[in-house]
Structures are given as structure tokens and as C-alpha cells.
């Protein structure tokens, strides 16, 4: 019973916690989300250390329940209205930032001599974005225009392109390597776009249909956190992709049922598990390792910035969108956090001998990335002309 009081008392209090960096971030230039990753940086093990040894425990199932909410989320904005408005610079402008950012990061990783299967690896990882970070910055700055639209429907897909070119680079390093097991991971990539896919529309329909007969309320409510949570659980379980998945299943219903209640319900509850969500990040990010990150941590960094940049400015010009979205849809593009920490994962389980190199170097850019990139974003929504002041 011990334990279940530290845990209330924990939650209560990062909670509480979160409405001071809700305060800050209307009263100052930096994104609430920065505050809270930098508050769960300050009260972690490497600093102040007051969180209860317990909180691992749980870390991992809130971080889950936040970015399902996320992904499903992200799924209203993939209506077939929206993609026939938007759908060209989405797709030009998502593909473009992931194959110019692993094309940038690997080539550049090789110029300053680093081995082969290490830059094969590290450009996958690259490619990979936070949509809860950069979907939050959107919402606080209320957002509205072309600009936020295609933003929404860029981080929506994004992490599937980056899911699919990571399957490659884990593939071709395997090979380099000498393992045999290189087709084996370009399966068990394409089995975590494809059973998303398959789960995201074997909810979503049902969902849709019962969104048009459940009265609004407290029904709707046990509806949507109900199908929420069964699609990310089924997703863990069968090992594929949960954020897709429930993306996919978002986007079913936007477009099967026409009826807004399931996603409103959904928004009701989802910023207390946004709040629990950042300060356990910043909390469980390692900043000792930053001083480890070294030349070739500084080259990933660089790399995928200019990546990100050139990769937004191409893709917004092959589909002839207007000169701000070239300037500043990759600079808004570059939160970066628990995709790219679980890639790094895969990668140190398929071949362990990197495993020295490329987590440190993760961990490390993840950090900075977490921290500056939606500040970048804010910028570019400032710059824009779609953001608007938050109410005082």
C-alpha cells in the first residue's frame, strides 16, 4: 500500500507540476513542452533525483497510453477532404525530409570516416520525428493555416516512411556486418507498417460505426478511450507499430462516420497524459551522456538538421507550395524522442558490437532535439503567421 501512495503523490504532483510549465509557456517565447522535458530533466536521477526508484515501472505504460491518444489524434487530420487539399505537399514534403535526411546523414557520417554499418544505422534513426512534441507546440500556439494543416498530416506519416527506411538500413548493416539476418529485420519491418495497418482498420471500422449511435457523453467517452487503448494493446502484443496503428484506426473513423465526438472525448483527457508523458521523458533522458557524444554524436546532429532542412525545402518545392513552407517546414520538423530511442534499441539487439556507439549518440542527440526542436517549431509557426497569441 506504501508503494501505491508514492505512486498517487508522484502523479499528483508532476500534474501540478505541469500547470506551472503551462503558466511559463504563455508568459514566455519557449513551448510548454520544452519546459516540461527540461522541469523532467531537473528533478531526475542526474540532477535533483526526487523521483521514487517506482516511476520506471510505470513510465513505459503512460508514455504507451499518451502516444496512442496521439496517433489517434493525428488521424482525424487524414480525411479524404483534407488530403484532396493537402494530400500532394504531405506526401512530397514527408517523403522528401526522410530520404534527404538519410541520404545527408549517411553520406555525411561516411565523409568524416565513420564505418559503414554504423552511418547505415544512425541515417535510419535519423529519419524518425516526435509527433507528440510538435502536434502539442501546434496546439498551444493555436495554430491555424495551410501551413498547420500540412504540418499535422507531415508528422502523421512521417514516422511510417521512417519506420520502412530504418527496416533498409538495419537490413544493409546486417549484410556489412556479416549477419544473416538482414532479410529477416526487412520482414519484421514491413510485418510493423502492414499489421498497423491491418489493426487500424479492423478497429476503426466497427468504431465508426458505433460513433453514430452512441449518445454523446460519458458513453462516447468509455468508446473512445476503449478502442484507444484495445488498439495500442493489440498493437504492443502483436509487436507492430501502436502509433500507426492507432493512427490508421483515427483516420478510419474521420472518414467512415463523419461524427467529431470520439476525437473530442479523447482531447478531454489526453493533456494529463501529455503532461505524466514529457517530465518522465526529460526525467529518463541521460544528460551525462552528452559530454560522450563526441565527433560523431556532433556530425548525426548537424547532418540530420540539414537533412530536415533541405528535405523540407525540396519536398515543398516539388509540390509547389509557397515560399514559406520551403523556408521553414523542415526547420519545424526536428523533435525527435522515443521512436528513434526504440530504433536505437533494435539496432544494439541485432548487432551488439555497435551497441557502445550508436546508443550514447542517440540518447545524446535525442536531448538536444527534445529541447530545441519545438522551439524550432514554435518559430516556424510564428514566422508563418499561423500561430496565435494564447490567452493570458
Known amino acids: ?40 530533466i531537473l528533478i531526475g536521477p542526474d540532477l535533483l533525483d526526487i523521483l521514487p526508484d517506482i516511476s520506471d515501472d510505470w513510465f513505459e505504460a503512460i508514455a504507451d497510453m499518451a502516444l496512442v491518444m496521439v496517433g489517434f489524434l493525428l488521424g482525424e487530420k487524414l480525411t479524404i477532404s483534407s488530403l484532396r487539399e493537402h494530400g500532394r505537399a504531405v506526401l512530397w514534403i514527408s517523403s522528401a525530409v526522410v530520404v534527404t535526411t538519410l541520404l545527408v546523414t549517411l553520406g555525411g557520417l561516411a565523409l568524416i570516416g565513420q564505418p559503414i554499418v554504423i552511418a ?29 494543416r500540412v504540418l499535422e498530416g507531415v508528422v502523421a506519416i512521417d514516422d511510417a516512411w521512417g519506420l520502412l527506411a530504418f527496416s533498409f538500413m538495419l537490413t544493409a548493416a546486417q549484410v556489412f556486418a ?3 539476418g538482414g532479410a529477416e529485420s526487412l520482414l519484421t519491418g514491413l510485418w510493423e507498417i502492414g499489421g498497423a495497418i491491418l489493426i487500424g482498420v479492423g ?44 493512427m ?35 526525467a529518463s533522458l541521460e544528460i551525462d551522456s552528452l559530454p560522450e557524444i563526441g565527433a560523431i554524436g556532433i556530425g548525426f546532429v548537424v547532418f540530420r538538421i540539414i537533412g530536415r532542412i533541405f ?21 519545424s520538423l526536428m523533435p525527435q524522442a522515443g521512436v528513434a530511442l526504440g530504433m536505437a534499441l533494435v539496432a544494439s539487439q541485432r548487432l551488439p558490437e555497435i551497441a557502445d556507439v550508436v546508443l550514447p549518440v542517440v540518447i545524446a542527440s535525442t536531448v538536444l532535439f527534445e529541447v530545441i526542436g519545438p522551439v524550432m517549431t514554435k518559430i516556424a509557426l510564428i514566422r508563418v503567421g499561423d500561430a496565435h497569441k494564447s490567452p493570458k
Open 311 to 331: 528535405g523540407g525545402w525540396a519536398g515543398a518545392r516539388l509540390s509547389h507550395a509557397d515560399p514559406s513552407m520551403s523556408r521553414w517546414m523542415g526547420a
Open 1 to 40: 500500500m506504501e508503494d501505491v501512495g508514492i505512486v498517487l503523490v508522484t502523479i499528483g504532483g508532476l500534474l501540478l507540476l505541469g500547470l506551472v510549465t503551462d503558466v511559463l509557456g504563455r508568459y514566455t517565447p519557449l513551448p510548454r513542452v520544452t519546459f516540461l522535458i527540461l522541469l523532467g
Open 203 to 246: 478497429l476503426g471500422v466497427p468504431l465508426a460505426y458505433l460513433s453514430g449511435r452512441i449518445k454523446p457523453g460519458e458513453r462516447t467517452l468509455s468508446e473512445a478511450v476503449g478502442a484507444v487503448f484495445l488498439c495500442g494493446g493489440i498493437a504492443i502484443w502483436l509487436n507492430v507499430s501502436f502509433l500507426l496503428a492507432a
Open 178 to 180: 556479416g549477419d544473416s
Open 248 to 282: 490508421i484506426m483515427g483516420a478510419v473513423v474521420a472518414n467512415l462516420s463523419h461524427r467529431h465526438r470520439p476525437f473530442h472525448a479523447i482531447q478531454g483527457i489526453e493533456w494529463p497524459f501529455m503532461i505524466l508523458f514529457f517530465l518522465l521523458a526529460g
Open 120 to 148: 547505415l544505422l544512425l541515417a535510419g534513426i535519423a529519419t524518425a520525428t516526435d509527433p507528440a512534441a510538435t502536434t502539442d507546440v501546434i496546439r498551444e500556439a493555436r495554430a491555424q493555416g495551410r501551413f498547420s
